[in-house]
């Protein structure tokens, strides 16, 4: 049985994925997906496309005047949303969430047709990835990928 010489690249190859297993490689992913949504909430606007919110309905402002919810923010009355917003990684995925019951509502807006009220609200997205974070996971990637490389 003959055997096969190894190739160049084994030892660095072998560097990376004991790097990959040794440190959290997509934290920063995580971490960029709840920086952007962090201020997402403070500017009001979509991370991925940097859109404005739309604004609240007049009736529903009116409400939030009279109960004393100022100043008036959209999406953030008394912040449980934002507070609900969670990340979590592992190997190979990196994910955020809000297990706010109105969260999904909020992200996606209610559809042409449902009854008006609470569930037919425009899409306000506050989960996603903004283009520092983009910038900030390359980054990372890249400073990781270049100590494994060059130890």
């Known amino acids: 049985?003959?055997?096969?010489?190894?190739?160049?690249?084994?030892?660095?190859?072998?560097?990376?994925?004991?790097?990959?297993?040794?440190?959290?490689?997509?934290?920063?992913?995580?971490?960029?997906?709840?920086?952007?949504?962090?201020?997402a909430f403070e500017r009001e606007r979509a991370p991925d496309t940097g859109a404005a919110w739309a604004p609240l309905s007049d009736p529903y402002r009116r409400w939030r005047e009279?109960?004393?919810?100022?100043?008036?923010?959209?999406?953030?009355?008394?912040?449980?949303?934002?507070?609900?917003?969670?990340?979590?990684?592992?190997?190979?995925?990196?994910?955020?969430?809000?297990?706010?019951?109105q969260a999904a509502i909020h992200q996606w807006g209610g559809k042409l047709g449902m009854r008006p009220g609470p569930a037919a609200i425009p899409a306000r997205p506050f989960m996603g990835l903004d283009p520092t974070g983009e910038r900030d996971i390359l980054d990372a990637l890249a400073q990781r990928l270049s100590n494994a490389l060059h130890p």
């Open 1 to 39: 049985m003959s055997s096969v010489p190894n190739p160049p690249c084994l030892p660095s190859c072998n560097a990376l994925a004991k790097t990959a297993r040794r440190s959290p490689v997509l934290s920063p992913v995580a971490a960029s997906l709840l920086s952007a949504t962090e201020q």
């Open 66 to 101: 009279r109960h004393g919810y100022s100043p008036i923010t959209v999406l953030t009355r008394e912040g449980d949303m934002a507070r609900s917003v969670s990340i979590d990684w592992g190997d190979s995925w990196a994910r955020i969430g809000a297990n706010a019951p």
